[in-house]
């Protein structure tokens, strides 16, 4: 029996060896398949604040997808006359760990703000710890740091985007890197027709309701609220640009949820939920993309 158990335990060791070194060389042979594409933008966008002078009040605007297609960093920072940064994440790379970034760069002075959308606090989206592998060491090496049980066990999942992202379209040029303003960060390309039509928003919207409300979502931005009022910063929330018929067809319901985001968010939602619908001829290729 005991050389039963060594014989599998050798066994399973060798095996677990053998994947590493598998999934080591896959990533090293696919290192660049990011290299011109959307999350690459988002490189872009951390490497500027990482230059931002400590002493200088900015803001930090950070959240999904939508912002990297509807906020126009440089046109903010024009109007405002405060420096600007805007870090948006595909829902794939992670709000969690998009905030755990931006936490080492607030400083005294500082307004941040969230537009909101719901996201687990324990859900890490492992593309953009990737990239960090062959764009920002620091980025992987803290990631390592604080949370390696889930950087080992997203391990297979990633070598096999990884390889499967060799086989994907990029001729779309609005999910390139190109596609980023490399100094402001910002989505500069000319805005194309919509190619979805009013119908079909209508039938992808995002119907959020209370109960959708991942409670973990509302500690974790209480939590950076929280180290915002130590720094000296503040924390403001407002809502993610959307179609009014698409996700709020009934009145009452959208008075609950915004009176429910209230009583549970520790910081200020500083806008009215209908500043921030727009039409449907005004959206890209989906409900939140402007």
Request: glycine share 6%; aromatic share 14%; charged share 25%.
């Amino acid at each position: 029996m005991t050389k039963f158990v060594k014989k599998g335990l050798a066994v399973a060791l060798s095996a677990l060896i053998i994947a590493g070194l598998l999934g080591g060389l896959v990533t090293l042979v696919t290192r660049n398949i990011y290299a011109d594409n959307y999350q690459k933008g988002f490189v872009y966008q951390y490497k500027r604040l990482q230059q931002a002078d400590k002493n200088t009040p900015k803001t930090i605007v950070f959240g999904g997808s939508y912002l990297s297609f509807s906020l126009d960093t440089k046109l903010m920072e024009e109007l405002t006359g405060v420096p600007t940064y805007e870090l948006g994440v595909q829902s794939n790379m992670g709000m969690c760990y998009n905030i755990e970034l931006i936490e080492d760069y607030i400083n005294e002075g500082d307004v941040v703000v969230f537009p909101f959308e719901d996201f687990a606090k324990d859900d890490y989206g492992m593309d953009l710890i990737y990239i960090s592998i062959e764009s920002e060491p620091d980025m992987f090496v803290d990631f390592l740091k604080d949370h390696p049980k889930e950087l080992v066990t997203a391990w297979p999942r990633c070598v096999y985007r990884r390889v499967a992202g060799l086989f994907r379209n990029t001729s779309d040029p609005y999910y390139k890197a190109e596609a980023f303003d490399k100094d402001y960060a910002y989505y500069n390309l000319d805005r194309p027709e919509p190619t979805m039509t009013p119908e079909q928003l209508y039938d992808a919207g995002y119907a959020y309701v209370t109960q959708d409300v991942d409670t973990s979502c509302l500690e974790r931005l209480n939590e950076l609220n929280a180290l915002c009022e130590k720094k000296g910063a503040k924390l403001c929330i407002t809502f993610a640009p959307m179609c009014e018929k698409s996700v709020w067809t009934d009145r009452a319901g959208r008075e609950v949820y915004v009176d429910y985001l209230k009583d549970n968010l520790d910081a200020d939602i500083v806008c009215e939920l209908e500043d921030c619908f727009y039409e449907p001829s005004q959206m890209f290729n989906g409900n939140m993309h402007l």
